[in-house]
């Protein structure tokens, strides 16, 4: 790595000033505590506020990343919607487990969760599905995510072939590797920016029954 190179980097800093995360704040469940994270992320006007990074690892250890959709949350988990023959659907088909991390950077908040997903029922799946804008669901069928596609027109052209077998008249279909996933959470961490990197970080674990949680706060 070259010197000029290591300066840029290394001066860009920002002071984290907004407010700081007490125990005394927490909500008892971690759910209604993030849904007010989420409310507040919202009443700021951030963009995607529900944009999530998921991480899968798949079978030879190597982890990845990427952004979804937060679509559905309920005291069970954090759901979102994929094609099951993606990268991340393969790697959760043969591991789970997985983490979430929401970045709101504006409000200096970020929300890490690590859990285990499984598949949606498919009777679920179709009701989300139906309220899709109709290009994404005729995208959902000219996309076989994570494939290699030789050049654009070759996914305009599968587009293209799929409007034609699905017109205006008739509803579009759930695809059959198209699915969703429910992430139960086993660890919510909340990460509040303070000044001097002295950031708060509270975190929930669900206990050994999974009847209940404890919290504590980790060092930043």
């Not at 000033?17 to 909500?27: C, N, V």
């Not at 599905?129 to 050049?151: D, E, K, L, M, N």
């Not at 587009?159 to 429910?182: D, F, H, K």
Request: charged residues 25%; proline residues 7%.
């Amino acid at each position: 790595m070259s010197e000029g190179s290591s300066n840029k980097w290394s001066a860009m800093r920002a002071e984290y000033s907004r407010g700081g995360l007490h125990e005394q704040e927490l909500e008892a469940d971690p759910m209604t505590m993030f849904q007010r994270w989420l409310d507040d992320a919202v009443a700021a006007e951030l963009p995607e506020p529900n944009a999530m990074v998921l991480s899968t690892v798949s079978g030879e250890g190597m982890p990845s990343s990427r952004m979804v959709l937060l679509k559905g949350m309920d005291d069970w988990g954090f759901a979102f919607y994929s094609n099951l023959l993606s990268r991340k659907g393969v790697e959760l088909a043969g591991n789970p487990a997985c983490s979430l991390l929401f970045p709101w950077h504006p409000i200096e908040r970020q929300v890490r969760i690590e859990g285990v997903a499984s598949q949606l029922l498919r009777e679920d799946v179709a009701v989300y599905f139906s309220g899709r804008p109709r290009g994404a669901q005729i995208g959902a069928w000219a996309s076989h995510q994570s494939s290699p596609v030789a050049r654009r027109g070759e996914l305009e052209d599968a587009y293209a072939a799929a409007e034609t077998r699905y017109p205006e008249s008739i509803e579009v279909p759930v695809p059959p590797a198209w699915g969703g996933y429910v992430v139960r959470p086993e660890v919510v961490e909340f990460w509040q920016g303070r000044r001097d990197r002295l950031h708060d970080r509270l975190v929930y674990r669900r206990t050994a029954d999974h009847e209940s949680w404890t919290v504590e706060r980790l060092s930043p």
